[in-house]
């Protein structure tokens, strides 16, 4: 089944713009909904409502210039009443961006540095910030309301790949790099870094936090997939299985699967928890066997994302294609063409996937399909208990197999 467009942002055109360095290699939406962000390339990352952009594709159908929102940035009036409407930035970030991530604050989550009592920046319940990694390894930190530039980490001597927020409101962000490292920053402390996580024997391309901000992966190049304990900043364990090198990661809403992305041609599901694959998704029939895995550049796939509701998972592949498929289906329940794309993520509600591609952002509608009332009470069961937990109930095995993904 075709996927139904929603609509597309297009990245504004000068008859003098060079193709090279207009790559869309991030799209991300606020935690909250309120937010878009993407990298339109040559530097410029937009920012815009979301709900705003919802409307104009509904008023004026699915095709939509970037500029057809406004491009004339809001006029500053007073603190006040600035952060109750949500307005558009165009933000000139000083170098190519290769990743985006919003950050919320919960007041009651203080620094890890317990030893410094005054802080530059007081971050409090309505603060949202958005990190851009640049091309020259800095990591700089915005104020998503005001567009302003609050902070500029440096540590990073390549490429910031990737970075991602914990999900607990704590602002601790981690970043990726090609310098073979990732770093972990506390903002609450102004930006202090706090830890190197060290591991890696080539380039980082991704990292994402499990729900619960407990468990970090990484993956990268030499079929790298690697998880860390976020409490001691040690290594858990190391996931084996994919063929090429592995470029996007991301857990579940549940925190009971990891859904990873290689050049392999191949999408696995995990249970990160012991280590196991449990679903293969693959974009190249008959899939490659380990020794040419490298070789069907036109099937390497460039970013995968887990829906809303846990029941789906989204992937963009050089064929040209975005597919969602179902985590109990051998193959996609929809797909959708696109060319060139580089990244995806699904809206805060679940309901419509963002790909970016040369600077444009594209948008399709979620798969709508009813979840079983089992499924619900997987997903719901780990609100209260680990994977770990789970397995050790007094109840039949299959139920125990079932509320643990593995039938």
């Known amino acids: 089944a075709r996927s ?70 809001p006029r500053q009036s007073s603190e006040s009443g600035q952060k109750n409407k949500p307005c558009e930035h165009i933000i000139d970030c000083g170098d190519i961006v290769w990743s985006l991530a919003f950050g919320s604050s919960v007041p009651e989550k203080q620094s890890r540095c317990v030893n410094i009592e005054w802080h530059r920046f007081k971050f409090g319940q309505d603060q949202l910030l958005l990190a851009t990694g640049l091309n020259n390894g800095r990591i700089k930190i915005w104020d998503v309301y005001t567009g302003k530039l609050l902070l500029n980490l440096m540590d990073h001597t390549e490429v910031v790949r990737d970075l991602t927020f914990a999900p607990d409101g704590s602002l601790i962000l981690v970043s990726a790099s090609r310098d073979k490292t990732l770093r ?26 499990s729900p619960d901000s407990s468990i970090l992966c990484s993956v990268g ?32 809403p549940d925190g009971a699967l990891l859904a990873t992305a290689s050049y392999d041609t191949r999408v696995y599901v995990w249970d990160p928890h012991i280590g196991v694959i449990l679903r293969e998704f693959g974009h190249l029939f008959p899939p490659p066997t380990p020794i040419f895995a490298g070789g069907a550049n036109d099937r390497w796939v460039r970013s995968v994302c887990f829906s809303h509701d846990g029941l789906h998972v989204a992937s963009l592949a050089d064929d040209k294609m975005v597919r969602f498929w179902r985590i109990d289906e051998e193959y996609p329940v929809q797909v959708a063409p696109l060319n060139n794309g580089l990244c995806c993520t699904f809206s805060t509600d679940g309901s419509v996937l963002a790909a970016g591609q040369d600077g444009s952002v594209y948008f399709w509608a979620t798969p709508s399909q009813v979840s079983s009332l089992q499924h619900l009470c997987r997903m719901a069961i780990r609100r209260v208990m680990p994977t770990s937990q789970v397995k050790n109930l007094p109840i039949p095995c299959k139920v125990v197999e079932f509320l643990c993904y593995q039938i």
């Open 4 to 73: 139904r467009t929603v609509g597309e942002l297009l990245a504004p055109t000068s008859p003098f713009d060079k193709k090279c360095g207009r790559e869309n290699w991030t799209v991300a939406f606020a935690p909250d909904g309120s937010y878009l962000a993407w990298s339109q390339g040559h530097r410029i990352v937009k920012l815009v409502p979301w709900a705003q952009c919802l409307n104009n594709f509904l008023l004026h159908g699915t095709k939509n210039g970037a500029n057809a929102i406004s491009t004339r940035p």
């Open 184 to 209: 972990v920053w506390d903002l609450k402390d102004d930006g202090n870094m706090m830890k190197v996580l060290r591991g890696h024997p080539n380039w980082v391309y991704g990292c994402a936090f």
């Open 221 to 252: 190049a030499s079929k790298a997939v690697f998880l860390w304990d976020m409490d001691k900043y040690s290594m858990l364990r190391k996931l084996e299985g994919h063929h090429n090198d592995v470029v996007a990661c991301e857990f579940s």
